[in-house]
Nanobody
Framework: QVQLVESGGGLMQAGGSLRLSCAAS????????MGWFRQAPGKEREFVAA???????YYDDSVKGRFTISRDNAKNTVSLQMNSLKPEDTAVYYC????????????????????WGQGTQVTVSS
């Protein structure tokens, strides 16, 4: 099984930047599509960004133009660069891995991701 560990969260004022990283181990990293999700208190876990097996990027409209997802297969890592942070970005951020599916990639559905990290807290103050 693949194991995921997030890092890079913390406190940041609005307008600032943070870079989250996710280290994967256990299986061939390039075999997985990777996603970032977030969950605020009292809310459902929501999609943030994903990168497919073919390196196509997907973003939720709320972060499009501000966040960038990338991967480094040689290092088995995926990153989320977060710029122009807003208080509404405050949440626990989770890294997730999705196994290859021959019928296609579903970027934003939590049920499609079999493996999850423990999460890292991001708090943005106004």
């Amino acid at each position: 099984q693949v194991q995921l560990v997030e890092s890079g969260g913390g406190l940041m004022q609005a307008g600032g930047s943070l870079r989250l990283s996710c280290a994967a181990s256990g299986r061939t990293f390039s075999s997985y599509a990777m996603g970032w999700f977030r969950q605020a208190p009292g809310k459902e876990r929501e999609f943030v960004a994903a990168i497919s097996w073919s390196d196509t990027r997907y973003y939720d409209d709320s972060v499009k133009g501000r966040f960038t997802i990338s991967r480094d297969n040689a290092k088995n890592t995926v990153s989320l660069q977060m710029n122009s942070l807003k208080p509404e970005d405050t949440a626990v951020y989770y890294c997730a891995a999705q196994e290859f599916k021959p019928l296609g990639f579903v970027a934003s559905a939590t049920r499609e991701y079999a493996y999850w990290g423990q999460g890292t807290q991001v708090t943005v103050s106004s």
